[in-house]
């Protein structure tokens, strides 16, 4: 069952790359994320026992993100039939093999208790998406791209340095040398102080600059704004997670080594300056994909601080993981239907978006209310989760932080979004032959669905889940 979730996008990609016709390519890139979607079901269900050696188990924490990533990369395949459509001038050969590649890569990360195997899978899924970026093939594309895979290849690298030095720890312990989680946790008393502290800082900053947390996001807007917008909704709601993920694994390590308070302090400090960086460069922002990005910093940055603060913020973070996931997904795939009919990004030239995109400026603007964690949407049960367990543990001044970035994150999107979708559509906008389609709107409504879903009602199957996966991650 494990090498089902890898093995069969694999094949999947070496069929969508022997397939001439690029008509036929995402129908087949629907098709094995829809099968990986089923079998990802199946294992949450009948969930299989730990392969032999212990390299691959799929726990709670691993099931959650696998969840998340699953429904994204099938909902991004069908809505990827109704945009392609829209770009036959360039081959979609690559971007079809790549979203397959990375979810075979992602599908390992979420499964692997091996840090080495989860870095490879990793820096795979890094690889996978950069031919993705370049998607648009002009000067700008080609900049994101390149500096995407420069800052997350030295991100990934200086994690690699954090393996070795935990590694160099079992070696100094006289233990028996191991890079399992479950190995590594059953020896931490042992471990050198020393270079546990080393390791834990250079994989937070390899992990973070993954993930995006600032100073180290400086990769985010160049990439999202210049991506497609499938592309977007992967990178900020799919690899966003796998690399949370593996900051997590490293948090469940922290707490057998003791060495937790350092590893939460450092989680705090910089998940609350990427909110605030997200909240300065917000305001005003002219490209609404870029904004998107900014978006994306800061809730990763809210994630972080979740995780920092500890105790029920856990499951808020856990959830939080999820509500955002899935409303990027609405955010981005909306942005990319109102880019093509507009043909820009910038907010100068594209207003009265709901006049010419009824059901896209609709999305936008939903998707927009819900990622503010506005109710009665899920990302509203999540962050009330987290600020109210900051107050509750007499954190004020993180929890004072936290609102202040907020609503000034609000009042930024709002100044963005709102002249966007409401209004006129301006005389010297230029027409275009793109017109919202089921392909292209049905998919984002299903996340937006989604994410009313969860905002109103948790089915308990997956709340039982989320404290499974919280238990992990508590101090005992």
């Not at 840090?115 to 370049?134: D, K, N, Q, R």
């Not at 160099?168 to 471990?191: C, F, H, N, Q, W």
């Not at 509750?392 to 009042?411: C, D, E, N």
Request: positive net charge; proline residues 4%; glycine residues 8%.
């Amino acid at each position: 069952m494990f090498a089902a979730l890898i093995i069969l996008p694999l094949i999947g990609s070496a069929v969508t790359w022997l397939i001439p016709y690029d008509r036929l390519r995402p129908k087949v890139l629907a098709f094995f994320a829809c099968v990986h979607f089923g079998i990802t079901l199946r294992m949450l269900i009948y969930t299989p026992s730990e392969s032999p050696g212990g390299w691959f188990h799929l726990d709670a924490l691993g099931k959650i993100v696998l969840l998340s990533t699953s429904i994204l990369f099938m909902t991004c395949a069908f809505y990827s039939i109704g945009y392609l459509f829209y770009r036959r001038e360039r081959s979609n050969r690559l971007l079809c093999v790549g979203v397959l590649v990375c979810l075979a890569a992602a599908s390992m990360v979420t499964i692997t208790h091996h840090l080495g195997l989860m870095w490879v899978a990793l820096e795979t899924t890094t690889i996978s998406m950069a031919p993705l970026i370049y998607f648009n093939r002009n000067a700008r594309s080609i900049e994101a791209t390149w500096k995407y895979l420069l800052i997350c290849s030295v991100g990934v690298a200086l994690a690699l340095i954090g393996i070795y030095f935990l590694a160099y720890a079992t070696i100094v312990a006289k233990v028996e040398p191991s890079l399992l989680l479950d190995d590594l946790m059953r020896d931490a008393g042992k471990l050198s102080s020393g270079w546990v502290h080393a390791a834990f800082v250079f994989l937070l900053v390899g992990f973070g600059t993954k993930m995006g947390l600032a100073p180290l996001h400086t990769w985010k807007p160049d990439a999202y704004g210049e991506a497609p917008g499938l592309v977007g909704a992967l990178l900020s709601g799919g690899l966003v997670n796998l690399a949370f993920l593996a900051l997590m694994r490293i948090y469940q390590l922290s707490l057998a080594t003791k060495e937790i308070i350092f590893f939460q302090n450092a989680l705090i400090v910089m998940g609350l300056f990427s909110m605030v960086v997200a909240a300065i460069f917000m305001a005003k922002q002219a490209d609404f994909k870029r904004m998107l990005a900014y978006s994306s910093v800061e809730h990763v940055g809210i994630m972080a601080v979740a995780i920092g603060i500890g105790g029920r913020a856990i499951l808020g973070a856990l959830f939080h993981l999820l509500a955002n996931s899935l409303t990027k997904g609405v955010l981005f795939l909306a942005s990319g239907n109102i880019h093509r009919s507009y043909n820009s990004k910038n907010t100068d030239h594209v207003r009265g978006a709901l006049r010419r995109l009824p059901w896209s400026g609709g999305l936008f603007l939903a998707g927009f209310i819900a990622i503010t964690g506005s109710p009665p949407f899920a990302p509203f049960i999540s962050e009330f989760t987290i600020i109210s367990s900051a107050f509750i543990q007499g954190r004020m001044l993180i929890g004072a932080i936290f609102l202040i970035s907020l609503m000034i994150i609000f009042i930024g999107m709002a100044l963005t979004v709102l002249p966007m979708v409401m209004g006129e559509v301006p005389p010297e906008s230029e027409a275009t032959s793109y017109s919202d389609t089921v392909w292209t709107v049905g998919p984002p409504l299903f996340l937006l669905l989604l994410v009313f879903i969860l905002g109103v009602w948790i089915p308990a199957p997956l709340m039982a889940l989320l404290r499974d996966a919280s238990a992990l991650l508590e101090v005992h």
